[in-house]
């Protein structure tokens, strides 16, 4: 099973940016079609953006949409998020996953420690 591990959070003003990276451990990663979720206090963990294994397909949320940018290199076992123009609302843990696309469901029950983004106003 692939193990991830979240990085790059922190607190941002709004209209800063951010680049999250997720680490997989195995020889799997690059079979897998992967995606960002987050999770704001009191609410559901939600779809962020999702990109299939070859690249070649990339999805996003409406509310990320022309902000985000999801990548992967699959050379490095690493999973990307770039996150432009942050906004309040973008504040919330991160978690990537394995996903089936294009509907955005996670493909794992089990989850990583996530890594926080706070964007003040």
């Known amino acids: 099973q692939v193990q991830l591990v979240e990085s790059g959070g922190g607190l941002v003003r709004a209209g800063g940016s951010l680049r999250l990276s997720c680490a997989a451990s195995?020889?799997?990663?690059?079979?897998?079609?992967m995606g960002w979720f987050r999770q704001a206090p009191g609410k559901e963990r939600e779809f962020v953006a999702g990109?299939?294994?070859?690249?070649?397909?990339?999805y996003y949320a409406d509310s990320v949409k022309g902000r985000f940018t999801i990548s992967r290199a699959n050379a490095k076992n690493t999973l990307y998020l770039q996150m432009n123009s942050l906004k309040p609302e973008d504040t919330a843990a991160y978690y990537c996953?394995?996903?089936?696309?294009?509907?955005?469901?996670?493909?794992?029950?089990?989850w990583g420690q996530g890594t926080q983004v706070t964007v003040s106003s």
């Open positions: 195995g020889r799997t990663f690059s079979s897998y079609n």
């Open positions: 996953n394995a996903v089936y696309l294009p509907i955005g469901k996670p493909r794992n029950n089990s």
């Open positions: 990109i299939n294994w070859s690249s070649s397909e990339t």
